[in-house]
T-cell receptor, first 116, second 111 residues
C-alpha cells in the first residue's frame, strides 16, 4: 500500500481480554517495527522483524505480549489478558532495504488501545 | 545509558516568529539523529535526519537542524512559523534499527 496501515484505529477492551493489533507495511518494506507510546511520552521500542524473522523482541514488556509476521508482510501484535497499564498508542513502522539500520522509518497512524 | 532529552515540554510562539526546539542526546558512538512531527490523528512524520557530513541538515516544511557534537545537541529550527506547524515534535537517536525517542515538545502557534 501507499502507507503503513494499522487497524483498528481505536480499541476499547475490558481488562483480562485478549487483543490483536494489525499492521500492514508499505509494499516491499522488509523491516517492520512495533513501538508503544504512553500518554505524554515518546514511542518506546517493542520488537523488530526482518522479513518473517523476529530479530529483536527485547522491548516486549512481559510474556503477555507477542508478535508475529508469518509471511513477511502483515504483522500482528497480540496482548493477552490485558491490564489497564497496557493502555497506550501502539505504533507500527516499516522500512525498505535501503533504509534498514535506522535510516528512517515510515510510521502508521497507530492504534489507540484503552483497557477499562 | 542511551537517552534523548527534550527539555521543553510546551512551547508557544506567534505565527511568523522564529522557532528553536532543543534536543540533547547521550549515546556511545556517533548516532543517527532524527526529528519527527506528530499532528493530531496522524502518524509520526519524518522531518529530517542526520547521518554524517554537513552538520546542518534541511528537512521538509522549511525545517532545519544542526548537529553539534561538542554539545551533544541536535536542535530543530524554523525561521518563520506557520499556524499549521502546531503539533508535537519528537527527537530520536539511533545506532541501528532501534530508535530512542525523547518525550516530545508540544508547539502551540498564536495567530
Amino acid at each position: 500500500g501507499a502507507g503503513v496501515s494499522q487497524s483498528p484505529r481505536y480499541k476499547v477492551t475490558k481488562r483480562g481480554q485478549d487483543v490483536a493489533l494489525r499492521c500492514d507495511p508499505i509494499s516491499g518494506h522488509v523491516s517492520l517495527y512495533w513501538y508503544r507510546q504512553a500518554l505524554g511520552q515518546g514511542p518506546e521500542f517493542l520488537t523488530y522483524f526482518n522479513y518473517e524473522a523476529q530479530q529483536d523482541k527485547s522491548g516486549l514488556p512481559n510474556d503477555r505480549f507477542s508478535a508475529e509476521r508469518p509471511e513477511g508482510s502483515i504483522s500482528t501484535l497480540t496482548i493477552q489478558r490485558t491490564e489497564q497499564r497496557d493502555s497506550a498508542m501502539y505504533r507500527c513502522a516499516s522500512s525498505s532495504p535501503a533504509e534498514t539500520g535506522g535510516y528512517g522509518y515510515t510510521f502508521g497512524s497507530g492504534t489507540r488501545l484503552t483497557v477499562v | 545509558a542511551q537517552s534523548v532529552t527534550q527539555p521543553d515540554i510546551h512551547i508557544t510562539v506567534s505565527e511568523g516568529a522564529s522557532l528553536e526546539l532543543r534536543c540533547n542526546y547521550s549515546y556511545g558512538a556517533t548516532p543517527y539523529l532524527f526529528w519527527y512531527v506528530q499532528s493530531p490523528g496522524q502518524g509520526l512524520q519524518l522531518l529530517l535526519k542526520y547521518f554524517s557530513g554537513d552538520t546542518l541538515v534541511q528537512g521538509i516544511k522549511g525545517f532545519e537542524a544542526e548537529f553539534k557534537r561538542s554539545q551533544s545537541s541536535f536542535n530543530l529550527r524554523k525561521p518563520s512559523v506557520h499556524w499549521s506547524d502546531a503539533a508535537e515534535y519528537f527527537c530520536a537517536v539511533s545506532g541501528t534499527y532501534k530508535y530512542i525517542f525523547g518525550t516530545g515538545t508540544r508547539l502551540k502557534v498564536l495567530a
